[in-house]
């Protein structure tokens, strides 16, 4: 770590000169260093020295010149490491200016327009000013998922909890918690909506998977808003797991540790009084989420298809069962935040022949997924074919209906983060 603070001094001369190359290398060789110092040796011995180094990233972040800035974002996700920020107490404060800037900066951004009949030339140039922004939006994105992970592994250490230099009982916004909230604000206001717009405009699965591996960490971010977090997410996330191409492992991973979190926090809030009673149903689901989210890369036609689905009789494998009370699951979750992509009348025709399925072959359905079957029959009944063909005794008879015979509504978006 000798010489670093030269370094930083030194990157913030550069910066002030009308070099652009210059200051793309100074950002480069700052990047690897803050990559390759080992863990156990402290690069920023000193509480001024840290500062200064946000404070030349805040300035290099805001440079017009969109390569200088793309090196910059990378120089922040390299730099959001504990082992980096902690000299000896984390500036959450100066990190929420730097994180904030940065978001803003890929605000300001606008896509070129669509050119129908382009030039092969202006063609070449919008597309390249496409390619750079879409690297400036992943590093960024990148480096706000750093961020959460930043503020979760803090968690677990008493001293990046609060300000030392806090007077007792005095309110700072240079703490954990306060860190912690903006992240959250921050992500919904600026860091959703950029990523959507974005993506109207461009495939990238790259992008997405850091973007949907980013909202998983959220959910640790603030666990006491775990519930708040998931009803506010109002962008559709299910519809995710049902346009994944198969060919892509890692954003179908991210994809499930994100809906597998949303799932099992929207379920234990609306059932938190059967959990309560019974934690075996709770660690039944989320084995089941866990087990099968990862399988589901379907299509909404495949997705019904599967649902009305009957197992052999004479095969042991059961997955099939497995993956319909996993998808009735995630169906109960997105109808309950008000996200019907999948059309009601075959959503009901599809459950209904799901019944019949389970009736013939004597199955009984766990009670949380018998509790998403009677809801969506509810929510979809106008739109559907009659039940006739399911014996009218089969649900009032079935052991778990009656754990919910009274059952709480569903849960609703809110805007509560």
């Known amino acids: 770590h000798v010489g670093i603070e030269s370094v930083v001094r030194s990157l913030k001369g550069i910066l002030q000169l009308n070099n652009v190359e210059l200051h793309k290398q100074g950002l480069l060789l700052f990047t690897e260093i803050l990559k390759r110092q080992p863990v156990e040796i402290k690069l920023f011995t000193n509480l001024t020295m840290c500062k200064d180094a946000i404070g030349v990233l805040v300035e290099a972040v805001k440079c017009p010149v969109l390569e200088v800035a793309v090196e910059a974002v990378k120089a ?124 109207e405009r461009i495939s990238s699965p790259a992008l997405m998977e850091v973007f ?101 009789p004479f095969c042991l494998d059961e997955a099939l069962r497995s993956h319909q009370y996993c998808l009735l699951l995630l169906l109960y979750c997105a109808y309950a935040l008000e996200d019907r992509f999948v059309p009601e009348a075959e959503l009901f025709s599809a459950i209904r022949n799901f019944l019949l399925s389970v009736q013939d072959q004597g199955d009984c359905p766990p009670p949380y997924v018998f509790r998403a079957v009677l809801y969506l029959l509810a929510v979809c009944q106008d739109k559907g074919e009659a039940l006739d063909s399911v014996k009218a005794d089969f649900i009032t008879t079935n052991q778990s209906f009656f754990k919910f015979f009274t059952f709480s509504p569903p849960p609703q978006k809110s805007d509560c983060v």
């Open 76 to 199: 922040v996700a390299a730099i959001l490491r504990k082992d980096h920020l902690s000299c000896p107490l984390v500036q959450y404060v100066e990190l929420q200016k730097l994180i904030e800037t940065m978001l803003k900066r890929c605000a300001d951004l606008s896509l070129p327009p669509i050119n129908r009949r382009p030039s092969h030339l202006g063609h070449s140039t919008q597309n390249k000013a496409v390619l750079r922004q879409g690297q400036f939006l992943l590093s960024t994105v990148e480096g706000f998922r750093n961020a959460c992970r930043l503020a979760v592994e803090c968690q677990s250490d008493p001293l990046a909890q609060e300000n030392a230099f806090t007077a007792p009982g005095s309110e700072s916004e240079n703490t954990l918690s306060s860190f912690s909230e903006f992240l959250l604000r921050i992500c919904d206001s600026l860091c959703i909506p950029i990523v959507l717009k974005h993506s």
């Open 212 to 312: 949907i591996s980013t909202l998983s960490t959220l959910f640790s971010v603030v666990p006491s808003m775990q519930e708040k977090f998931s009803r506010k997410l109002g962008i559709s996330p299910f519809s995710y797991l049902f346009v994944l191409p198969s060919s892509n492992p890692a954003l179908n991973q991210a994809c499930s540790s994100f809906l597998y979190s949303m799932c099992l926090s929207l379920h234990s809030a609306a059932e938190s009084f059967l959990y309560s009673m019974c934690l075996s149903l709770h660690s039944a689901m989320s084995e089941l989420l866990q087990r099968s989210l990862p399988q589901l890369n379907y299509s909404v036609p495949e997705s019904l298809t599967l649902l009305s689905e009957t197992p052999d």
